[in-house]
């Protein structure tokens, strides 16, 4: 072989070999880049990403994201052609799953409803209203349960057995499904079960003209808009004086229905809250060596609604989280509310709040404003409370002066940067049950954004939530169902739920109590005000101090 041509491709090896290091060094050098390259990419995007939501800590939520979170809890829609094939309570059996030799305080107590209709055939959907609620009658104690909807015909209710002796299950068939159904279809059909009445007044001259939130655009109209919080409501321009003169608003219920002859039966107040039939005994409950409550350890103010949140013992609430007996005297109440200023806002179940303290105080100075304010001026311990009526609209006979009945959510902007020593409980809700759930949600939503603009400005300012109660079971139920609360309860759960705030569970409270009265008597409000003050004060509850006898 040719020597020269054996040096030739010896040379020639060595460069290829020399540009396949190259090469793989260039590849390597450009990897070792792009991996950090993506790697700073990376940690920057997530950075950017978690600064982000730092900067923004609750999302926006809207009117739709609202209702949507409530469809588990709107009626199916089946046909039901005789009130023979509706739900009936008569025919309805509440039964123990997984009955004990032996209860003890602190057991869970699990009942199954099983629903039929009058003719006894199963129900095979779910959609009734349920309430239901544990209670001993010579002991002045009571709980409410949890209902579960298991969308089959049947429902699970849940207790927590607090107290030692007797203790007897009540479950109320509230309204059949079809009941609910046909209140949901006529709650959403239309704003036309309440009629407005706006008074004009410019110097002596009055006049009057119908208002509303949907009236006819084809008609001269005055509109009064809040742009930024998306509320209004319109009136039909007076016969001469300006729209700006309006004064007052009244309102009364607009005669009709819109049930048809066969739903508005299931409404006749025999119908209405009938007990279904235990298939067992009362409970004997004993005090065994074990807790009787796995809670209780811990007071903060925001508690998310539960039940149980706390019982009835000796006609007076029992918080299963905080210490609510020390605030049924002056001394207590008036050492935790020292030096506060405290805003009560809505309606006049939150007014009955200012009723009950003002009832204790010895020591103060006392001024009306009208209807629509009252305020009170603890001297010795230098407390101010007030209360504010909520913004149109207001069901009432009675003639509400415009401008001292402002949207909430202006009077929250009105607070500055005060600090924990301010203090704000909102209660709205019970004006609004006649109107499409729209109306009431746009106005939860104004409220979020009002409190999250509070306490932006002020971090330590602190606000509660009081859930409605119940109301008459006579109450018009098309417009003032206890179904329409409960639906609005769970709105509030949903709009204020991720923020700082406390609930006081009303709701929970009169249902416990089997009250039905819109403005339950001065025990029960006596026990809300005494579970917002143990929450607002942080009071600890002593697990030990539990009814024993």
């Known amino acids: 072989m040719n020597q020269s041509m054996i040096t030739?491709?010896?040379?020639?090896?060595?460069?290829?070999n020399e540009s396949r290091k190259k090469f793989f060094i260039f590849l390597c050098v450009i990897t070792i880049v792009l991996l950090l390259t993506k790697r700073n990419l990376t940690s920057s995007f997530i950075f950017h990403r978690f600064s982000s939501t730092a900067r923004v800590p609750h999302e926006e939520m809207t009117v739709d994201d609202v209702m949507l979170s409530l469809?588990?809890?709107?009626?199916?829609?089946?046909?039901?052609?005789?009130?023979q094939n509706t739900s009936s309570p008569a025919q309805s059996t509440a039964s123990l799953e997984h009955p004990q030799a032996q209860y003890c305080m602190g057991d869970t107590l699990d009942v199954r409803v099983d629903m039929r209709d009058h003719s006894?055939?199963?129900?095979?959907?779910?959609?009734?209203?349920?309430?239901?609620?544990?209670?001993?009658?010579?002991?002045?104690?009571?709980?409410?349960?949890?209902?579960?909807?298991?969308?089959?015909?049947?429902?699970?209710?849940?207790?927590?057995?607090?107290?030692?002796?007797?203790?007897?299950?009540?479950?109320?068939?509230?309204h059949s499904s079809e009941a609910v159904q046909a209140l949901w279809r006529s709650r959403q059909l239309n704003y036309k079960k309440i009629t407005h009445k706006g008074t004009f007044v410019n110097g002596s001259k009055t006049e009057t003209s119908e208002c509303g939130f949907q009236l006819?655009?084809?008609?001269?109209?005055?509109?009064?808009?809040?742009?930024?919080?998306?509320?209004?409501?319109?009136?039909?321009?007076?016969?001469?004086?300006?729209?700006?003169?309006?004064?007052?608003?009244?309102?009364?219920?607009?005669?009709?229905?819109a049930l048809t002859k066969e739903e508005a039966s299931l409404f006749n107040r025999k119908n209405i809250g009938v007990k279904i039939k235990n298939h067992f005994d009362n409970v004997d409950v004993k005090n065994c060596s074990v807790s009787p409550s796995k809670v209780g350890k811990y007071c903060i103010q925001r508690i998310s609604p539960s039940i149980p949140s706390g019982y009835y013992w000796r006609n007076q609430w029992s918080s299963l989280y905080c210490k609510t007996g020390s605030f049924f005297t002056l001394e207590s109440i008036n050492r935790c509310l020292k030096g506060k200023t405290l805003y009560l806002m809505g309606d006049s179940t939150m007014r009955q709040?200012?009723?009950?303290?003002?009832?204790?105080?010895?020591?103060?100075?006392?001024?009306?404003?009208?209807?629509?304010?009252?305020?009170?001026?603890?001297?010795?311990?230098?407390?101010?409370?007030?209360?504010?009526?909520?913004?149109?609209?207001?069901?009432?006979?009675?003639?509400?002066?415009?401008?001292?009945?402002?949207?909430?959510?202006?009077?929250?902007?009105?607070?500055?940067?005060?600090?924990?020593?301010?203090?704000v409980v909102i209660g709205?809700?019970?004006?609004?049950?006649?109107?499409?759930?729209?109306?009431?949600?746009?106005?939860?939503l104004s409220l979020r954004r009002a409190f999250q603009r509070l306490q932006a400005r002020s971090p330590r300012t602190r606000i509660f939530i009081k859930l409605e109660n119940t109301r008459e079971l006579s109450s018009e139920p098309e417009r003032f169902s206890d179904w329409h609360g409960h639906l609005q309860n769970l709105a509030q759960r949903k709009?204020?739920?991720?923020?700082?705030?406390?609930?006081?569970?009303?709701?929970?409270?009169?249902?416990?109590?089997?009250?039905?009265?819109?403005?339950?008597n001065p025990t029960i409000i006596a026990s809300e005000v005494a579970e917002f003050l143990s929450r607002l004060c942080h009071t600890p509850l002593d697990t030990s101090a539990r009814p024993v006898s």
């Not at 209902?147 to 009540?170: A, C, I, K």
């Not at 319109?234 to 005669?255: A, E, K, Q, R, V």
């Not at 009306?368 to 311990?381: A, H």
Request: glycine share 6%.
């Open 71 to 83: 469809q588990w809890d709107l009626p199916p829609s089946p046909v039901w052609k005789s009130i």
């Open 216 to 257: 006819n655009a084809s008609k001269s109209l005055c509109e009064y808009k809040d742009e930024r919080d998306g509320e209004s409501y319109s009136c039909y321009t007076p016969p001469t004086l300006p729209c700006h003169s309006i004064d007052t608003m009244s309102s009364f219920n607009t005669p009709g229905s």
């Open 495 to 520: 709009v204020f739920g991720d923020l700082q705030v406390g609930f006081v569970d009303a709701w929970e409270m009169t249902v416990a109590a089997n009250t039905f009265v819109i403005h339950p």
């Open 8 to 16: 030739t491709s010896d040379s020639a090896n060595v460069r290829r």
């Open 428 to 444: 709205v809700g019970q004006h609004f049950r006649a109107y499409p759930l729209e109306l009431f949600v746009r106005r939860l």
């Open 120 to 174: 006894g055939r199963p129900k095979t959907h779910g959609g009734d209203f349920i309430l239901a609620r544990i209670h001993s009658r010579n002991l002045q104690a009571s709980a409410a349960g949890a209902v579960t909807d298991l969308r089959n015909g049947s429902y699970r209710v849940r207790f927590t057995l607090l107290w030692p002796g007797e203790v007897q299950v009540s479950v109320l068939l509230m």
């Open 353 to 423: 709040w200012i009723q009950n303290m003002n009832s204790f105080q010895t020591d103060k100075s006392r001024d009306y404003r009208g209807f629509s304010l009252l305020k009170i001026v603890n001297i010795k311990s230098n407390y101010t409370v007030y209360w504010k009526n909520h913004g149109h609209p207001r069901i009432t006979f009675n003639k509400i002066k415009l401008i001292e009945a402002p949207y909430i959510s202006r009077n929250l902007d009105a607070i500055g940067a005060e600090g924990e020593d301010t203090v």
